[in-house]
């Protein structure tokens, strides 16, 4: 009976501590999102482009084309071309033209939707926007 019960303990401690863990990574990512630096940014195109084929084997195979999209985003120095979104249901809700926030983390940029909701995308290219040189 012994045995059972430091069997039990040595299980117990070992979940307790893969939540401990789990739940410290969530509170990081929570704290990491509130970290970004926001920089004031407009949406300046919208670009999409086909190219390829999904193929699911459903009862036969049934495919269908590609289409990707690509948003592109200016702030006082970058431009930055974000996607490629491939799927409408997460094509982002933000106005061409339009003011927005971005902000970089790595190789991803966080954009904020005409709701105020943050997006992740894949920064794909970056482009130097140089400030025009006033009269010397």
């Known amino acids: 009976m012994g045995r059972h019960l430091a069997a039990a303990l040595v299980g117990a401690r070992r979940v307790a501590l893969i939540l401990a863990v789990l739940s ?3 509170a990081l990512a929570r704290v990491r999102a509130k970290d970004l630096q926001w920089k004031d940014a ?4 919208i670009t999409s482009e086909r190219g390829g084929v999904a193929v699911v084997p459903i009862t036969a195979l049934v495919g269908g ?3 990707k999209t690509f948003y592109w985003v200016q702030t006082d120095d970058t431009i930055y071309v974000l996607g490629p979104v ?5 094509f982002l809700n933000v106005t061409l033209h339009g003011p927005t926030k971005l902000a970089i983390d790595g190789n991803h940029g966080h954009i904020l939707d005409d709701y105020g909701k943050d997006q992740k995308v894949r920064v794909i290219e970056k482009i130097a926007h140089p400030k025009p040189e006033g009269p010397q």
């Not at 407009?42 to 195109?45: L, R």
């Not at 491939?86 to 997460?90: I, V, W």
Request: aromatic share 0%; hydrophobic share 35%; no cysteine.
């Open 24 to 26: 410290s990574s969530l």
């Open 42 to 45: 407009k949406v300046i195109d």
């Open 65 to 67: 084309p590609i289409s």
């Open 86 to 90: 491939l799927t409408r249901s997460h």
